[in-house]
């Protein structure tokens, strides 16, 4: 298969040419948000160290400044939105560099963007949410709720979500590749996204082990649909987006991007040249990686899926149905854990995503109940990694020491 499918797979992924992108001296803004936005209330657990953080002093915002600026001179980043809360710290939020290459606009914190396999944790709350209602089962096999899927009646909704199915991954096809790339506004249905995936056989039995595949969540998407009798976008919109209060977060019918955004700079094209992303069509990534948002919205998101608690207090999820989500059997990835539509790495718990022209970062640290938030318009790698994980790896190293987010380049290599 070809190196730009594989890194489609990802794309929708959570989570990843050379082509070279023109940044001009990354200049910092620095925005300061109101201590009172919400964030779920959950008490840290206690470390051995009592400080799981380091305060965000000026030195110690000028070591972030001077990291950042260094990585997106090194790796050709267009433009980086960074945001880290903690209740006691201080708080950081900076951008650099530009929104638009072509008109020089510059980055800024209000910007929407592409959040890709971040997407899975909405869908994957949906259906939580309706496990919560007695409306699943977790443990319901998905033939079920959708037929003709290889294997499906043994693949249960909890594997799916879990990256645990076997199936195989669409993103992953060289056909879908070349039907992607060569119209990138063409629109994709999720039964054309499944049938790329069900032409190849399945590549283990079912809980056998951990492999990423979009292809799972395609299906938890008609599971919802199904369950609920509500298309994905609509449900997600009523029941998680109005409850938590992302005003600014959408699942896109369409190409549609609302203003201000910033242009996404991709090199997963026909002819390997960089292009603006902008207006494709995100239907292709659907349940797994179609939505979209921005750094304040994300900076809420962040600790209410980490503990299935409302910013304004209550539940989002109940907290039976969340600790089954938080348990991360082990995985091939150093570290790091793999529960039901989530990551835990080295203790920072959510999601990154990545589809053509964009990457995002958001996660959260219980412990110091701390918050990061990275957006970024490329997903152009950097010496073979995802630059978000770079610039997360980085950030981490110097704020949480201990807790490094040091993900891999090939989470779900197998």
Same mark, same amino acid.
């Given at each position: 298969?070809?190196?730009?499918?594989?890194?489609?797979?990802?794309?929708?992924?959570?989570?990843?040419?050379?082509?070279? $992108?023109?940044?001009?001296?990354?200049?910092?803004?620095?925005?300061?948000?109101?201590?009172?936005?919400?964030?779920?209330?959950?008490?840290?657990?206690?470390?051995?160290?009592?400080?799981?953080?380091?305060?965000?002093?000026?030195?110690?915002?000028?070591?972030?400044?001077?990291?950042?600026?260094?990585?997106?001179?090194?790796?050709?980043?267009?433009?980086?939105?960074? *945001?880290?809360?903690?209740?006691?710290?201080?708080?950081?939020?900076?951008?650099?560099?530009?929104?638009?290459?072509?008109?020089?606009?510059?980055?800024?914190?209000?910007?929407?963007?592409?959040? *890709?396999?971040?997407?899975?944790?909405?869908?994957?709350?949906?259906? $939580?949410?309706? +496990?919560?209602?007695?409306?699943?089962?977790?443990?319901?096999?998905?033939?079920?709720?959708?037929?003709?899927?290889?294997?499906?009646?043994?693949?249960?909704?909890?594997?799916?979500?879990?990256?645990?199915?076997?199936?195989?991954?669409?993103?992953?096809?060289?056909?879908?590749?070349? +039907?992607?790339?060569?119209?990138?506004?063409?629109?994709?249905?999720?039964?054309?996204?499944?049938?790329?995936?069900?032409?190849?056989?399945?590549?283990?039995?079912?809980?056998?082990?951990?492999?990423?595949?979009?292809?799972?969540?395609?299906?938890?998407?008609?599971?919802?649909?199904?369950?609920?009798?509500?298309? $994905?976008?609509?449900?997600?919109?009523?029941?998680?987006?109005?409850?938590?209060?992302?005003?600014?977060?959408?699942?896109?019918? *369409?190409?549609?991007?609302?203003?201000?955004?910033?242009?996404?700079?991709?090199?997963?094209?026909?002819?390997?040249?960089?292009?603006?992303?902008?207006?494709?069509?995100?239907?292709?990534?659907?349940?797994?990686?179609?939505?979209?948002?921005?750094?304040?919205?994300?900076?809420?998101? +962040?600790?209410?899926?980490?503990?299935?608690?409302?910013?304004?207090?209550?539940?989002?999820?109940?907290?039976?149905?969340?600790?089954?989500?938080?348990?991360?059997?082990?995985?091939?990835?150093?570290?790091?854990?793999?529960?039901?539509?989530?990551?835990?790495?080295?203790?920072?718990?959510?999601?990154?995503?990545?589809?053509?022209?964009?990457?995002?970062?958001?996660?959260?640290?219980?412990? +110091?109940?701390?918050?990061?938030?990275?957006?970024?318009?490329?997903?152009?790698?950097?010496?073979?990694?995802?630059?978000?994980?770079?610039?997360?790896?980085?950030?981490?190293?110097?704020?949480?020491?201990?807790?490094?987010?040091?993900?891999?380049?090939?989470?779900?290599?197998?």
């Amino acid at each position: 298969m070809s190196h730009s499918s594989t890194r489609l797979r990802r794309g929708a992924v959570v989570v990843t040419a050379a082509g070279m $992108l023109m940044v001009p001296a990354a200049g910092g803004t620095a925005v300061t948000l109101p201590p009172s936005a919400p964030v779920a209330a959950d008490p840290p657990s206690p470390s051995p160290s009592g400080d799981e953080v380091r305060a965000l002093t000026p030195a110690v915002q000028r070591q972030l400044d001077a990291t950042v600026q260094r990585i997106m001179r090194e790796a050709d980043i267009p433009g980086v939105t960074v *945001g880290l809360w903690t209740p006691d710290k201080g708080q950081y939020v900076r951008s650099f560099g530009v929104a638009d290459k072509s008109t020089g606009r510059m980055m800024s914190p209000d910007l929407y963007m592409r959040i *890709g396999s971040e997407t899975k944790t909405f869908t994957v709350t949906a259906l $939580l949410e309706l +496990a919560d209602q007695g409306r699943v089962g977790l443990d319901d096999t998905i033939d079920k709720y959708v037929s003709g899927v290889p294997n499906g009646d043994r693949i249960t909704l909890r594997q799916l979500a879990g990256m645990r199915s076997g199936l195989f991954n669409y993103s992953e096809d060289d056909d879908f590749f070349k +039907a992607l790339t060569s119209d990138p506004q063409r629109p994709f249905t999720p039964q054309q996204l499944l049938d790329y995936a069900f032409r190849h056989p399945v590549l283990f039995p079912p809980g056998e082990k951990f492999d990423y595949s979009n292809t799972n969540l395609i299906l938890l998407g008609l599971v919802v649909e199904k369950a609920s009798g509500m298309p $994905l976008a609509d449900y997600i919109q009523r029941h998680v987006l109005d409850l938590v209060g992302l005003g600014h977060t959408l699942f896109p019918a *369409g190409n549609e991007f609302p203003e201000p955004h910033a242009q996404g700079y991709t090199d997963q094209t026909a002819t390997g040249k960089v292009e603006d992303s902008a207006d494709w069509n995100p239907s292709w990534g659907w349940a797994a990686g179609a939505m979209i948002s921005n750094l304040q919205d994300l900076r809420v998101w +962040a600790p209410t899926v980490a503990t299935g608690r409302l910013p304004h207090g209550g539940y989002l999820i109940s907290p039976a149905i969340q600790r089954q989500r938080l348990t991360t059997p082990a995985t091939p990835i150093p570290g790091a854990g793999y529960g039901l539509g989530i990551f835990d790495v080295q203790g920072w718990i959510g999601h990154n995503g990545s589809l053509p022209g964009y990457e995002s970062l958001t996660i959260y640290l219980p412990s +110091a109940r701390a918050t990061l938030v990275v957006l970024l318009n490329t997903d152009i790698n950097y010496k073979g990694q995802e630059p978000s994980t770079v610039l997360g790896d980085a950030i981490t190293t110097i704020v949480s020491p201990d807790h490094v987010f040091n993900l891999p380049a090939e989470p779900a290599a197998r």
